[in-house]
């Protein structure tokens, strides 16, 4: 990357302060460049979800992970429960959504509770054996009474889709029946999967992004105090494929030996490591033995670090600088926060992440971790950061009251927001449909076809907050 003018920078940017300048280009189509990170994680687009309790939860990391990116758990999971929430991951198919199941004796009032768990808003009714017999959809379900059967939805002409048939051939049926959803069964007719007309073209769009197993992939952050040997021992034997050092700030001893830790239990696992903001945490980062370095403090949308302690870095300026120290050591980084639009992922990737992660943009969708709400305005999901007093008591439950009430005073993040689920973008995928489009007419903008191909082309500008506002859309006449 370099900049438009050579003029000195005297002060630290933000996202919003800079901009990409269309170069010669000889891509003849954004669907062939590729986005495939150069991290060596596995994953097949520069995506990652934030480790943020409200976030990042089983659905969450298989919906992604089947579209090439990757969730990383949050480190205040127990144990027991985060070894099932793998186990669910890894089970989950690659290809075909997971559908919402009940039995034909389950009540509409059941499957209106739980309708919403998905974005393709569908509920599959299976007799004992597991053969799909019906669906219903919330339209459907509201239009019947709540306390009827969910026999009233059996269909005889259902229409299926053979697990046989290619993504492509799947949207063919779907368009010519004129049904968006269908289940999806194997050769003795039991329900392996769901495929929606858009679900079909995203199987063709999107490669999953798979583990060393085979299986859908998945990473865990884990905390720097306590027994982080056995904390790592412990998340290393559920099957992890990524392992995330976590904690907000990064450049302190503690971090430093619990990577080193982790680093003697496994020379394979790919270890990532931060939060930080500068060249020298990120080498001594890199020297503990971390193969990623996780650049950011302060950025988020929950996130009141900054103006609690006045510490942070702008983040574009950030990324800039960390990115080019890890890849002169043969490391990367992957930039935290501050990720609000398609062109934020861009500009991200410009300066030299090699993936981005994204919490707060997750939260408001349908496959997040928080329970759906309604209030006058619509549907939403609460947010809040992960060093709110939410969160901090949360995570300290198990502390001696006074402890954790003494905790409860070092409070750096939001403990209540709500997060509208937009009628356009209801579902994660929907999102990533947008950073992913966003980000391969950039490039193709570049004239690059890959993303090391556009950090090296891409040429970023600086801009006032004029030129900015200057950039939006306008919904109405001015």
């Known amino acids: 990357m370099k900049f438009l003018k050579d003029a000195a920078i005297n002060y630290d940017l933000t996202y919003n302060d800079v901009f990409l300048i269309p170069s010669y280009s000889d891509v003849g189509s954004r669907f062939s460049v590729d986005l495939t990170p150069s991290d060596n994680i596995g994953t097949h687009i520069p995506i990652v979800v934030a480790n943020m309790n409200a976030v990042a939860g089983r659905r969450m990391a298989e919906t992604v992970a089947r579209r090439g990116g990757v969730a990383i758990l949050p480190q205040d999971i127990p144990f027991e429960r985060l070894q099932s929430m793998i186990k669910q991951i890894k089970a989950a198919n690659p290809i075909y959504e997971t559908p919402i199941v009940l039995k034909t004796g389950n009540l509409v009032a059941d499957a209106l509770n739980i309708i919403n768990k998905r974005a393709h808003g569908v509920v599959l009714i299976v007799d004992e054996d597991n053969h799909p017999v019906g669906l219903i959809t919330e339209k459907e379900a509201l239009e019947v009474d709540r306390f009827a059967n969910l026999e009233t939805f059996i269909n005889p002409a259902l229409i299926s889709l053979s697990q046989d048939l290619t993504a492509k051939e799947m949207f063919e049926k779907l368009y010519e029946n004129h049904i968006n959803a269908a289940p999806v069964i194997d050769q003795a007719g039991k329900l392996v999967g769901i495929m929606t007309q858009k679900s079909a073209l995203r199987a063709s769009l999107y490669e999953p992004a798979l583990g060393k197993d085979g299986k859908l992939m998945v990473g865990v952050a884990v905390g720097v105090n306590g027994d982080v040997k056995s904390k790592v021992e412990k998340v290393l034997s559920f099957g992890v494929d ?71 870095r702008p983040q574009f300026s950030a990324v800039l600088e960390c990115s080019a120290v890890a890849r002169s050591r043969g490391a990367k980084v992957w930039a935290d926060g501050g990720i609000k639009y398609p062109r934020d992922v861009a500009l991200a990737v410009a300066a030299g992440a090699s993936a981005v992660m994204i919490g707060s943009w997750f939260s408001g969708t349908y496959e997040s971790a928080g329970d759906i709400l309604r209030d006058e305005r619509g549907l939403y999901k609460e947010n809040f950061g992960m060093a709110s007093k939410r969160a901090v008591q949360n995570r300290s439950q198990d502390n001696h009251p006074y402890d954790r009430s003494l905790k409860e005073f070092f409070e750096e993040g939001i403990s209540n927001s709500k997060l509208y689920i937009d009628d356009k973008t209801p579902g994660v995928e929907d999102i990533i449909d947008q950073i ?37 859309a306008v919904s109405s006449s001015w």
């Open 436 to 472: 992913t489009s966003g980000l391969r007419s950039s490039m193709s903008y570049a004239g690059a076809t890959s993303l090391e191909d556009f950090y090296d082309k891409a040429i970023v500008g600086i801009q006032s907050a004029a030129g900015y506002e200057e950039g939006k």
């Open 242 to 312: 990524v392992l995330v050092m976590d904690t907000a700030h990064g450049h302190q001893k503690k971090m430093i030996e619990a990577i080193k830790i982790a680093r003697s239990i496994s020379q394979d696992v790919q270890i990532v490591a931060g939060n930080v903001v500068t060249a020298q945490a990120t080498n001594d980062l890199i020297d503990a033995g971390a193969n990623i370095v996780k650049v950011g403090v302060g950025p988020g949308a929950m996130c009141i670090t900054r103006m609690m302690t006045g510490v942070g």
